[in-house]
T-cell receptor
Framework: GEDVEQSLFLSVREGDSSVINCTYTDSSSTYLYWYKQEPGAGLQLLTYIFSNMDMKQDQRLTVLLNKKDKHLSLRIADTQTGDSAIYFCAESIGSSASKIIFGSGTRLSIRP | KAGVTQTPRYLIKTRGQQVTLSCSPISGHRSVSWYQQTPGQGLQFLFEYFSETQRNKGNFPGRFSGRQFSNSRSEMNVSTLELGDSALYLC???????????FGQGTRLTVV
């Protein structure tokens, strides 16, 4: 079946690294995404990784993909108060990869 | 380059009415997908259009329909509105098959 799972909450101290984990079920996923949603806003594409990659780094963001375990993680280095948001893990499925299945979102809160 | 534009941003309707939401994709993007976001169900796929044809459909009743025009703009219609249709409706566009998806800010529909 199609399912993406992630923990609901994460609290980190400002300046520390945040690691948000996600598991997915569809092995045919083409893209795996991380989206950020701030209160009252739409979805902002943070980063994505193509399914044949193991790692992608983009400034403070590092995405790790373990295809064998169907595990995806997002690491945010030097977490700032502006990083407070809900982070959604998602996978694209289907022959056109146009259908996206989302996790329930992880609410990241930053402690001073 | 303009992003995905959804109109209107906010809408209040009464039960039994119908509503039409609009989505203008990023210029050049041919695929448009629609999602419903509610606190209880999270983000759920509604349907996807490509070159004016519906290619994928989620598990929503027939009251939810859509269409895509030759310029790739898409509309979503919900008839006989129910209180449970209150949600944030998000539209995403992608260039072609197997390319990343970008979301608009969403239309927040409240049914009273």
């Amino acid at each position: 079946g199609e399912d993406v799972e992630q923990s609901l909450f994460l609290s980190v101290r400002e300046g520390d690294s945040s690691v948000i984990n996600c598991t997915y079920t569809d092995s045919s996923s083409t893209y795996l995404y991380w989206y950020k949603q701030e209160p009252g806003a739409g979805l902002q594409l943070l980063t994505y990784i193509f399914s044949n990659m193991d790692m992608k780094q983009d400034q403070r963001l590092t995405v790790l993909l373990n295809k064998k375990d169907k595990h995806l993680s997002l690491r945010i280095a030097d977490t700032q108060t502006g990083d407070s948001a809900i982070y959604f893990c998602a996978e694209s499925i289907g022959s056109s990869a146009s259908k996206i299945i989302f996790g329930s979102g992880t609410r990241l809160s930053i402690r001073p | 380059k303009a992003g995905v534009t959804q109109t209107p941003r906010y809408l209040i309707k009464t039960r039994g009415q119908q509503v039409t939401l609009s989505c203008s994709p990023i210029s050049g993007h041919r695929s448009v997908s629609w999602y419903q976001q509610t606190p209880g169900q999270g983000l759920q796929f509604l349907f996807e259009y490509f070159s004016e044809t519906q290619r994928n459909k989620g598990n929503f009743p027939g009251r939810f329909s859509g269409r895509q025009f030759s310029n790739s703009r898409s509309e979503m219609n919900v008839s006989t509105l129910e209180l449970g249709d209150s949600a944030l409706y998000l539209c995403a566009s992608s260039l072609a098959d197997r390319t990343e998806a970008f979301f608009g800010q969403g239309t927040r529909l409240t049914v009273v």
